[in-house]
């Protein structure tokens, strides 16, 4: 699995639940389910283009004003479509 | 989830043909029917044949039933375990008096999400049937007030409507006390209440008093 279907796999299970760019990279490492390492920065890029895709969307905590995601009704489709796979 | 790799016919084949595989399976799909179904996808026969290999046959699907199919089986019961999690962390962070639809409540529910995640399987059950009880506590206090809230309306109703009957048995007496017909039946000394009664009755109602009953 690449690392976009992961993230899926990583937010659809946990909505509403809202996580940074480097919770979900530290996640998803620590799941081992990437053949390699992920950064909050390789994690933000394919945010990105999610968020494109409508499959996960952006809110600014208002304390802290940092970014944080969470799968959209899209994103949790495409999760279910694909075989819920999920990580832990 | 454990990352896994299949050597097998079934286990190399594309993600989507083997979930669709294990939901047939899950849904009690036979094993003719299976192959039949699995052999004929243009996926399966073009990494059959860049294997070098035969159509998937019974005992590959036996094989699959105890390896892959059982693995998926696992990581359903995994992803449902989180989904309830989420949803108790969303009522935790509701309950807190987050706006469920807010950024806070979100946030507030993935930092429940991370405890609750690494917390063992008896404290998180325990929590849910903490939140399940109070939940219904509140649903209880919720209809005592409603029938409360019932009950004072029904009482302004009431209180409305006699009201209404004095206000429109006083606007009565003024229109008849200035009947001369209805004065001297009202003063007639010779007849008795009741037959004063009856015959003001008729006399202001007509047809309508007729069909009334006793106790009016």
Not at chain 1, 61 to 73: I, L, Y
């Amino acid at each position: 699995m690449n690392l976009k279907q992961l993230i899926i796999a990583f937010l659809s299970p946990r909505y509403p639940a809202a996580y940074t760019e480097a919770a979900i990279a530290q996640r998803l490492n620590a799941s081992q389910m990437l053949d390699r390492r992920c950064s909050a920065e390789d994690v933000a890029d394919d945010l990105r283009a999610l968020h494109k895709l409508k499959m996960v969307d952006l809110q600014i905590d208002p304390m802290d004003n940092s970014a944080v995601w969470q799968a959209t009704e899209e994103g949790i489709k495409k999760w279910v479509l694909e075989g819920r796979v999920t990580v832990c | 989830m454990i990352t896994r790799c299949y050597r097998s016919k079934i286990g190399r084949l594309p993600f989507a043909v083997r979930n669709e595989l294990n939901e047939r399976i899950r849904d009690g799909a036979q094993g003719a029917e299976l192959l039949a179904w699995l052999n004929g996808l243009k996926e399966t026969k073009r990494i059959l044949r860049e294997m070098k290999s035969g159509e998937v046959n019974a005992q590959n699907l036996t094989d699959w039933r105890s390896t892959g199919y059982k693995d998926w089986l696992e990581d359903q019961g995994e992803a449902d375990r989180i989904r309830r999690l989420a949803e108790v962390s969303q009522t935790l962070a509701a309950a807190a008096g987050g706006n469920v639809a807010g950024v806070g409540c979100s946030i507030a529910t993935a930092k429940i999400m991370d405890a609750l995640e690494s917390a063992d399987d008896d404290k998180v059950s325990d929590l849910a049937t903490a939140l399940v009880k109070l939940r219904a506590s509140e649903n209880a206090a919720q209809k005592v007030a409603l029938a409360e809230e019932k009950n004072a309306l029904a009482k302004e109703q009431l209180s409305l409507s006699r009201a209404k009957f004095e206000r429109d048995t006083t606007r009565l007496f003024i229109k008849w006390a200035a009947n001369k017909d209805a004065l001297a039946l009202a003063t007639d000394r010779r007849l008795g209440s009741d037959e004063k009664t009856e015959r003001l009755g008729r006399l202001m109602f007509g047809d309508l008093w007729e069909g009334a009953e006793d106790g009016r």
